[in-house]
């Protein structure tokens, strides 16, 4: 699987963006799918998951009521709408397939996007 992130740019404190990460190869819909960010200086951290059909999500707290993740296995496609975003949400963002443990959404990460930026300013 290849993982082919966009749809970072400059916004606003308080404005939007949607993030989309197209994948190629037809086992996309067999994973479960995530985002991450990494600011400068710091670990790349978890931002959010859905499980493979879609019907399960989750969130880390900081992003929690802003964020929303999406998925459209008919397209290969992830997608991450942001709202309200803040200036702490500067990084960049990454998506990534993962092979979920039974019972989560989480496990080892198989295959990782390139990355897009996100700049908020205040």
């Known amino acids: 699987v290849q993982l082919q992130a966009s749809g970072g740019g400059l916004v606003q404190a308080g404005g939007s963006l949607r993030l989309s990460c197209a994948a190629s190869?037809?086992?996309?819909?067999?994973?479960?799918m995530g985002w991450f960010r990494q600011a400068p200086g710091k670990e790349r951290e978890f931002v959010a998951a859905?499980?493979?059909?879609?019907?399960?999500?989750y969130y880390a707290d900081s992003v929690k009521g802003r964020f929303t993740i999406s998925r459209d296995n008919a397209k290969n496609t992830v997608y991450l709408q942001m709202n309200s975003l803040k200036p702490e949400d500067t990084a960049v963002y990454y998506c990534?397939?993962?092979?979920?443990?039974?019972?989560?959404?989480?496990?080892?990460?198989?295959?990782w996007g390139q990355g897009t930026q996100v700049t908020v300013s205040s």
């Open positions: 859905i499980s493979w059909s879609g019907g399960s999500t």
């Open positions: 990534a397939a993962i092979s979920p443990i039974a019972g989560t959404l989480m496990g080892p990460i198989d295959y």
């Open positions: 190869g037809r086992t996309f819909s067999s994973y479960a």
